[in-house]
């Protein structure tokens, strides 16, 4: 049995695992043809103006929203204002990709004030790594203190590039990291480094967790890993009552990927070709079945557009009607934000394009379901950008 595609505008998109057959090809619908699953209409609202490079989004128990900027400055937003949170980011290197990046707040931030950054750091004008940080948030918001360094050592690029970094909370307490390959050749496929993977540890330790894949490893690296073989993993998504784990990814110039994590799984990426190639060679596939027949294909895959997908979330509440539990996942270079149906196994029955978010907001970073059940996306043009707030229409 085929799945239907339905998406608003011409896009030639593929769905993996949906008739039996990895990468099957399906048409292109075009822009007046009715959608495999009706979307729904969104209203969207800017929440606060003012930001650069919004990175993630982060909700605080009295309402007021934190939303690190790449830039190395970190944003409270209440009452549709965004105020400027003093605190030390001085070791943050800020270039290209990187910078400060995805954040969390803890799930005890009522009693421990808690948030964590992930970041590019630097010393003396020096890439040295990319590191997880804990902070703590004073009681009127105006600042932050550094706790301490949870993680470090996860590899970093001196341009910065992909540089990762999304960090999210499992339901069952495990902080989730999605990081990046550095666009360096053996990393992705290198247990002992921890770029081109997501990680699993514990959030008041930086510890690996003790039903980690790995854990029976002699190396303290290995013991973190959940995933690998990943390019640029950009979002991190937890389904509701299901426990899934869904990422989005950034493909080279083809094939962005969806994909469902299964622990210890191999995504596939490896621009070495095997240990064979010391430069990053980018033609070789996204999710390499040839050179390794286990590796778990994708729920999804842009195929040969390039939408630079980011953030993703899931939509959850009666209010959102035939969306409710849908995933969304945000992108850069296309622009929009696409909105995927799964079936109870994670399966792709369609994807669709909401015609209010076709080009309308520019480059879209971080998406986030908040406690109101709203949907919350950062902009990420570099000037002005905002947070938006989407609900149904």
Known sequence: MRCALGLIGVLSLLVVGCSGAASEPVQSVPPAATPAAASGKFKVETVAGGLEHGWDVGFLPDGGILVPQRTGKLALIRNGQAAEVRADFSDVLVRGEGGLLGM????????????????????????????????????????????KDLLTGLP????????GCRPTFAPDGALLVGTGDTARAPVAQDRQSLGGKVLRLDAKTGNPLPDNPFITSTDPRERLIYTYGHRNVQGVAIRPGSGQVITAEHGPTFDDEVNLLKPGGNYGWDPSKGGTESDYDESVPMT??????????????????TEAICGGAFLTGAQWGPNDGALVVVALKGQK??????????????????????????????????PDGALYVTTSDGSDDKLLKVTPA
């Open 156 to 163: 970093v690029n001196p341009s910065g590039r992909h540089s």
């Open 337 to 370: 934000l696409l909105l995927y149906h799964l079936d109870p196994a994670g399966k792709v029955l369609d994807v669709t394009l909401p015609p209010e978010f076709d080009d309308q907001f520019g480059r879209l970073r971080a998406a986030r379901t908040g």
């Open 288 to 305: 390499d079945l040839q050179r390794f027949p286990d590796a778990v294909s994708p729920l999804w895959t842009s195929g040969k557009i």
């Open 104 to 147: 969390v707040v803890s799930p005890d931030f009522a009693t421990s004030r808690e948030f964590i950054t992930c970041q590019n750091h630097q010393e003396g004008g020096k890439a040295v790594d990319i590191r997880l940080v804990t902070w703590t948030l004073a009681g009127d918001g105006a600042s932050a203190t550094k706790v």
